[in-house]
């Protein structure tokens, strides 16, 4: 269903009025910043449709960029803003009935075009399951047509229901290398938490970064005031998550966004979303080490009794 786009000319002069080392606290964002209606409705198509507007608006600072071909033959498509040398990433939607983690990825996008954040680059891929998001549908289907959920299928040093069954995660592990990401933000609903590794099946949650993980999630509740912490003990356990898989691998700071109270909010709750967590993404950009960990090895015990049972809602 095509649905009437409003990227407002307020919305956008936000970000720019307030471009400053304190723009995240201070953001506000117009209502219905997005699509009129439900948007329980939106198709795939709005969202490119919606990333090719903040491009018109902002073609000195964004540019689209394609990820690459999922199973469905969908090209998974984001935005590249700014152009520093330090590469971060925000990427939503590896759930597709998580649309509300969609529109404040929408959000980040429109912000970071009309305000860009000094000496960075950064990746906004606003849907990574396709289908799944058109479907309203958790899962991602393979090339055999299994089912699969996309944050379940990424490599891991306790396991992992992939790895790489799915193109779709394939294409992002591979982006993260090849594009040295050092900081990533991932988007999912519906219970409030930022949380950061380990979220392994573990009794060892420990990193020998903890402090500074924990300085990271404090700045990205500046509005939202969500609880933080670690993910297995805020969350609960999951292997072949993207999030143990990017600082496990390659020391990327990579931080867990889980937003709002619902899977399904409606267009209040959708502005609410947007409202109090694109400040605290920005945040986390700005405030992001400029290099990668460079102690992420897992050096815990793996126990398979910490992820039973694995809910599979976050």
């Excluded at 500046?222 to 292997?239: C, L, Q």
């Excluded at 990017?246 to 399904?264: N, V």
């Excluded at 979303?273 to 694109?278: A, D, S, T």
């Amino acid at each position: 269903m095509n649905r009437a786009i409003r990227l407002t000319c307020a919305t956008l002069a936000f970000a720019a009025a307030h471009a400053t080392a304190h723009a995240s606290a201070q953001i506000e964002l117009a209502p219905g910043l997005f699509f009129s209606g439900d948007p329980s409705q939106t198709q795939y198509s709005d969202v490119k449709a919606f990333l090719r507007e903040v491009v018109k608006k902002n073609p000195k600072t964004a540019a689209l960029f394609e990820l690459g071909t999922t199973d469905s033959g969908q090209v998974v498509e984001g935005l590249r803003i700014g152009s520093g040398p330090m590469h971060n990433l925000v990427v939503s939607t590896h759930h597709g009935n998580e649309y509300g983690s969609t529109e404040v990825a929408l959000g980040v996008a429109a912000s970071l075009a009309a305000a860009p954040l000094g000496g960075q680059t950064v990746y906004v891929i606003p849907v990574l399951n396709i289908t799944g998001y058109n479907a309203k549908n958790r899962y991602e289907g393979d090339s055999g047509s299994s089912s699969r959920d996309p944050n379940r299928d990424y490599p891991g040093p306790c396991g992992t229901e992939g790895p790489h069954k799915l193109k779709s995660t394939a294409l992002l592990a591979q982006f993260v290398d090849r594009e040295g990401i050092v900081a990533s933000a991932t988007l999912h609903t519906f219970s409030p938490a930022v949380v950061y590794p380990w979220g392994l099946g573990t009794p060892d949650l420990s990193t020998p970064y903890d402090e500074e993980f924990k300085r990271l999630v404090e700045a990205s509740v500046v509005e939202s005031h969500y609880p933080t912490g670690n993910s297995t003990e805020v969350i609960y356990a999951a292997n072949g998550t993207y999030e143990d898989y990017a600082f496990w691998k390659h020391g990327i700071w990579s931080i867990l966004f889980e937003l709002g109270y619902t899977h399904s909010p409606g267009q209040g709750d959708v502005d609410q979303l947007v409202k109090v967590n694109v400040p605290g993404i920005r945040k986390l950009l700005e405030t992001a080490p400029k290099e990668r960990a460079a102690n992420h090895a897992f050096t815990g015990r793996c126990d398979g009794r910490h992820v039973r049972p694995d809910r599979h809602d976050e």
